[in-house]
């Protein structure tokens, strides 16, 4: 019965891949997808738009084409036959997983979603009064303390490599030569603590990646009940990871069919190349911070209403719309005071996003299975809306929806509230901020861009008035 269906949403996803296969044409982008021959030749625009930071493995998304590849393999596969903890196996290791190395992981991330210590801090902080993001990030650096043992006094990395090679003892601001070469490695010799247990592992390396994307869904949970005035929920260890996220967010455990799609939008959001949290996520590790620092930031970066924060604005924009009927008015206005839509255009798809195409019909078969009147008139605006968008914007600039634009109508669907969309999506994204910062790590480079100085030379300090009287009186 489960089968059945869950098989519906399986074909949703297969035709939204023939669909994109009929509509968008496109070639892979020589310049983004090949080897980098340092230093690389790029043309960067502002916000570091076309700027080559690495060479990755782990995924490639190409924009005119639509379509998103985790390790060679192509999204809409993934969606229809895979689930979250294989794909983040996938995107860790480079490889899908055996059946048992499968249950092995299965069974670290069972042990790792439990965070008693971190969740009994957290209950000790105005989370009622926080963000949902300010406190899933404080929680993630809690969790820092769970199983590790960083800060111990017995924590001794060797940073004897590193110490020579910080950036004051190397010549920074030079004309870039490009280094073939990692500079330094990440506190590669760690002693390991006499006091820790079996258990305790260091800040850094492939336990504390799946500690991290175990453990923060748990933290997303507490911090959900804690702001409804909940106490948290204790994961369910017969559960998916996807079916844990809902239960312990919502106290209610999922359908097969809810945790299905769940699971698509965990796995549609694990991993989107360069994108500004990964990148914040990266230059924190890229610093020989550790894995959790580095996490901590990329939810930072996350937040943001022009990156992933954009979901839940996307919700508040349709309820300010209110009706099908308001769609070209608020729209014309929106146009003409230059207002950004939420929901669309992407800094690298020029084409729509494959997210959006599957999460659309998740969407809608969602709301058409049982949404209730508020969801039905969401969606039927949020339809309207990207016709406009699509009959204006698309044509002329290449703008669609991305992937936050029905994210919002499925996670309502599941009972989530509006304020935990956007920690799903860090929820998810942790798979592929730790692959990246693992990827980065074996040929580290700390991230140092430069700016165009634009200021003035020769400025005369002169001393101010009031800070010459401050100075007397002393
Ligand atoms: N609505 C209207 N116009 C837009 C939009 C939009 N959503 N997005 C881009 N444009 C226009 C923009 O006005 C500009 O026009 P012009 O050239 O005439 O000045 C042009 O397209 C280029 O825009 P940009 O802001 O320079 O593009 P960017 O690459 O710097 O920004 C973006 C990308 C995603 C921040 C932007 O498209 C945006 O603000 N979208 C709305 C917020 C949103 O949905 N964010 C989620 C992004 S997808 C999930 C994720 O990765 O986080």
């Known amino acids: 019965m489960k089968h059945v269906k869950t098989k519906k949403i399986t074909k949703l996803i297969v035709d939204a891949e023939k669909k994109a296969h009929k509509e968008t044409k496109g070639d892979i982008e020589p310049a983004f997808a090949a080897p980098v021959k340092w230093p690389v030749d790029c043309v960067v625009g502002p916000g570091l738009e076309g700027a080559i930071a690495c060479e990755s493995k782990i995924g490639y998304v190409n924009g005119s084409k639509g379509e998103l590849i985790y390790q060679g393999y ?126 305790l592992h260091p800040p850094e390396g492939y336990p504390a990646c799946y500690h991290l994307i175990s453990g923060v869904s748990s933290v997303a949970g507490a911090v959900a009940r804690i702001r409804q005035g909940f106490l948290p929920i204790a994961f369910d260890p017969e559960l998916s990871h996807a079916a844990n996220l809902i239960y312990m967010i919502t106290g209610k455990k999922p359908t097969p069919v809810e945790e299905r799609v769940m699971d698509v939008a965990l796995i549609l959001h694990a991993d989107h190349g360069m994108n500004a949290s990964t990148f914040a996520t990266m230059v924190v590790a890229s610093t020989l911070s550790d894995i959790y620092l580095a996490m901590g930031s990329g939810i930072a970066a996350l937040s943001g209403p022009l990156h992933g924060g954009a979901n839940e604005e996307v919700l508040k924009m349709l309820e300010e719309i ?82 936050d634009f029905y994210s919002g109508i499925v996670y309502s669907c599941l009972g989530i509230p509006p304020d935990f969309f956007t920690p799903i999506f860090a929820v998810s994204r942790a798979a592929g901020w730790t692959a990246r910062v693992m990827e980065y790590l074996k040929h580290n480079r700390i991230f140092r861009p430069r700016a165009m100085y634009v200021g003035s030379f020769d400025r005369k300090y002169k001393q101010s008035a009031g800070k010459d009287k401050k100075l007397k009186k002393k």
Request: aromatic share 10%; glycine share 8%.
């Open 74 to 199: 192509n999204i809409f596969d993934l969606c229809a036959y895979s689930t979250f903890e294989e794909v983040s196996y996938l995107l860790l290791h480079g490889n899908l997983p055996t059946k048992p190395q499968l249950s092995s992981f299965n069974e670290k991330l069972i042990e790792y979603r439990n965070i008693p210590n971190t969740i009994g801090t957290l209950m000790g902080f105005p989370i009622r009064t926080m963000s949902a993001m300010a406190a899933l990030r404080a929680g993630t650096n809690f969790m820092r303390y769970e199983c590790t043992y960083a800060d111990s006094p017995d924590y001794i990395p060797d940073r004897s490599k590193i110490i020579s090679a910080d950036e004051d003892s190397i010549p920074m601001e030079t004309i870039p030569m490009g280094e073939e070469h990692a500079i330094y490695e990440f506190k590669k010799g760690v002693k390991e603590s006499k006091d820790a247990g079996l258990d």
């Open 322 to 403: 209110g009706s099908v009927s308001n769609v070209a008015s608020w729209y014309k206005h929106a146009r003409a005071k230059k207002k950004k839509i939420m929901g669309f255009g992407h800094r690298v798809y020029r084409a729509y996003d494959p997210r959006a195409r599957v999460l659309g019909p998740l969407a809608e078969h969602l709301v058409n299975e049982g949404g209730d009147a508020q969801a039905k008139t969401m969606l039927s605006i949020a339809k309207a809306l990207e016709k406009e968008v699509i009959s204006t914007l698309g044509a002329k600039k290449g703008i669609f929806p991305n992937v």
